[in-house]
């Protein structure tokens, strides 16, 4: 391999450290360029249920997520959820999973859902990035099979699985993970947060922080020329 582009800032010193002749440019992450001009637009849903992008996603999160939007909804009425899936088929399976005539199910454009939205509960993967892009304090959470996850917690030896929450090196999102991945645990915290605006501020502020560290606007631009640059 001749060149590694980077999209996050920790992964050029990772490499050094351990394959030191290997050519490796932090460029940026694209997402900060991809979502620089959205807009707020539609109704606003003070909470957001982003239970993940594929099947198995969904059936291990969804009923999760259910069933904590059930327990806050009983102490909070009038709480408007939506939940935001990638395609027609996936929100076809979340209504089969349970998912209840009142919870809107909105077919792709997350970063307008997110650009008016005050919580999240979402899956660890991608997606905390863009919640953190749009400053959406996050409640996180993560469940695999019990042969996986026993596998897993003894080869992986990073603190955090949201990676906001590794590029900040503390806890920003909650982060509830297979067994402790429970209804209450998630309703009770995602309940703390859509009632503490105080809180929600502290958070949005340190998520300013993740991204102002990803590079800035023009990523793609910093990529073609670091490839034009190794080609010359």
């Known amino acids: 391999m001749d060149l590694l582009l980077s999209i996050f800032p920790f992964e050029q010193d990772w490499y050094a450290a ?10 940026g992450h694209p997402m900060v360029e991809r979502f620089d001009n959205v807009e707020r637009k539609g109704a606003a849903a003070p909470l957001l249920l982003l239970p993940g ?5 969904l059936e291990r999160h969804l009923p999760v997520m259910l069933a904590a939007l059930k327990l806050l909804k009983n102490d909070a009425p009038n709480l408007t959820a939506r939940m ?17 005539a ?7 454009d997350l970063p307008a859902a997110l650009a008016c939205a005050d919580v999240a509960i979402a899956s660890t993967g991608t997606v905390t990035m863009e919640c953190a892009f749009f400053g959406v304090p996050t409640v996180a959470l993560y469940k695999t099979s019990w042969l996986t996850y026993q596998i897993g917690k003894r ?17 920003i999102f909650p982060e509830f993970i297979q067994d402790a991945a429970t209804p209450q645990a998630i309703a009770n915290t995602a309940f703390d947060l859509l009632c503490d605006e105080m809180k929600r501020g502290q958070i949005k502020a340190k998520l300013a922080e993740v991204v102002a560290g990803l590079g800035g606007l023009g990523a793609n631009q910093r990529a073609a020329e670091a490839i034009l640059g190794l080609l010359r």
């Open 18 to 27: 351990r394959v030191p002749k290997l050519r490796v440019e932090f460029v």
């Open 53 to 57: 992008s594929r099947k198995a996603e």
């Open 84 to 100: 935001v899936l990638p395609d027609a088929a996936l929100a076809e399976l979340a209504k089969q999973l349970g998912a209840p």
């Open 102 to 108: 009142d919870l809107e199910i909105q077919i792709g």
């Open 155 to 171: 080869i992986v030896t990073v603190k955090h699985l949201a990676m906001p929450n590794l590029l900040a090196g503390e806890e």
